[in-house]
C-alpha cells in the first residue's frame, strides 16, 4: 500500500474525496485498520479509558502515549499514524511542548502530531510547523478540558461560541496545521468551518459535511458497552469475545479441551 502523507490527504480532500480516520491502540489494531483501507490513524489520548481504564483522559502520559504510538507503528510502517499530545505534554511551555513533539516523531516513527486548543496555541504551533513538525488542530469539544467545562458538552450551539470555533480554526490553518478535528459541534457549524478552510476537517459527532470523519475504534467495534451518540457500531466484538472466553472456560472445566489435536506427543 502506496505511503499516506501530509500532501496525500491534502490531495483527496482538494479532489472531493472523504478521508477516514480511526484511533488505534496497539499492533493488531493498526494492521487490522490498514487492511480495512483506513486513510490514516490517531493514537488517541482516549487510550486512558479504552485500554488504561481511566475515567477520562488526563491521566494518560507521555511515556505511555511513546508506547502505544510505538506499538501501532510496528503493526503498520506504511501508515500514516497521528501522536496525540497528552494533557501537559506542551501546555506548560512552548520548549516542553517542542522537545515532547520531536520525541514522539523521533521515537516513535509518528508522522504527525495532534494537540488540543485553538488560537491560543497558534504560536506554538507555528514554532512546530517551522520546526518540520506537522501538526493537527483539535477544536469544538476538547477532553482534556473535561474538569474546566464541567462535562463533555457540545459546543457551538449558540452564536458567541460558533463565532470561537470559526476564529480558531481559521487561526490554526494560518499557523500550518494540516487538518483540524472538529469534535462534537452541529452539524451546520462543521459545514462553515469546513467551507471556510482550505485543509481537511475531519468530524467526530460533527455532521456529514466534514472532509473525513473519526471514530474511537472501540466504539466502531462494539468492544465496550458505552456507545456515544455520534458513534456506529458496525460489530458487537465485545459480546462475541464474551461468549468465545465462556465457552473456552466451559470446556476447560468440562475437561473437552484440549484435545489431541491440541496436544503434543
Same mark, same amino acid.
Given at each position: 500500500?502506496?505511503? *499516506?502523507t501530509?500532501?496525500? #490527504?491534502?490531495? +483527496? ?10 484511533? %488505534?491502540?496497539? %499492533?493488531?489494531?493498526? &494492521? =487490522?485498520? $490498514?487492511?480495512?483501507? @483506513?486513510?490514516?490513524? #490517531?493514537?488517541?489520548?482516549? *487510550? ?13 502520559? $507521555? ?7 510505538a506499538?501501532v507503528? &510496528?503493526?503498520a510502517?506504511?501508515?500514516?499514524? /497521528?501522536?496525540? $499530545? ?12 517542542m ?5 514522539? #516523531?523521533?521515537s ?5 502530531v495532534?494537540l488540543?486548543?485553538?488560537?491560543e496555541?497558534?504560536? =506554538?504551533? +507555528? ?7 506537522? /501538526?493537527m488542530g483539535?477544536?469544538g469539544l476538547?477532553?482534556?478540558?473535561v474538569? /474546566?467545562?464541567?462535562?463533555y ?20 490553518q494560518?499557523?500550518?496545521?494540516f487538518?483540524?478535528?472538529l469534535?462534537c ?5 462543521? &459545514?462553515?468551518v469546513?467551507?471556510?478552510?482550505c485543509i481537511?476537517?475531519?468530524g @467526530? ?7 473525513g470523519?473519526?471514530q474511537? @475504534?472501540t466504539?466502531?467495534l ?14 458487537e @466484538?465485545?459480546q462475541? $469475545?464474551?461468549e ?8 476447560? +472445566?468440562?475437561g ?8 503434543f506427543?
Open positions: 500500500m502506496k505511503k *499516506v501530509v500532501s496525500t #490527504l491534502l490531495k +483527496r480532500r482538494n479532489n472531493g474525496e472523504k478521508l477516514v480516520m480511526s484511533t %488505534a491502540y496497539d %499492533a493488531i489494531q493498526s &494492521r =487490522l485498520c $490498514m487492511a480495512a483501507g @483506513i486513510d490514516f490513524m #490517531l493514537v488517541g489520548d482516549s *487510550v486512558a479509558m479504552t485500554q488504561l481504564g481511566f475515567d477520562n483522559t488526563l491521566p494518560v502520559t $507521555m511515556e505511555q502515549m511513546l508506547s502505544h504510538t506499538a507503528r &510496528r503493526g510502517p506504511e501508515a500514516f499514524v /497521528v501522536f496525540d $499530545m497528552p494533557f501537559m505534554s506542551y501546555q506548560t511551555s512552548d520548549a516542553e511542548a522537545k515532547n513533539a520531536g520525541t514522539a #516523531l523521533k516513535t516513527g509518528a508522522d504527525a495532534k488540543e486548543g485553538g488560537a496555541y497558534a504560536g =506554538l504551533v +507555528r514554532k512546530m510547523t517551522g520546526a518540520g513538525i506537522p /501538526v483539535h477544536i476538547m477532553p482534556q478540558r474538569q /474546566v467545562c464541567g462535562g458538552k457540545i459546543v457551538g450551539r449558540d452564536a458567541e461560541s460558533a463565532d470561537k470555533v470559526l476564529e480558531d480554526a481559521l487561526a490554526l494560518d499557523a500550518g496545521v487538518a483540524i478535528v469534535e459541534i452541529p452539524e451546520e457549524l462543521g &459545514r462553515k469546513t467551507e471556510a478552510l481537511p476537517t475531519i @467526530i459527532g460533527s455532521g456529514k459535511y466534514c472532509s470523519q473519526v474511537v @475504534i466504539d466502531l462494539g468492544m465496550m458497552e458505552f456507545k456515544p451518540k455520534h458513534a456506529k457500531r458496525y460489530a @466484538i465485545g462475541l $469475545m464474551t468465545a472466553l465462556k465457552n473456552y472456560a466451559d470446556e476447560v +472445566r468440562s473437552t479441551f484440549p484435545t489431541p489435536e491440541n496436544t506427543q
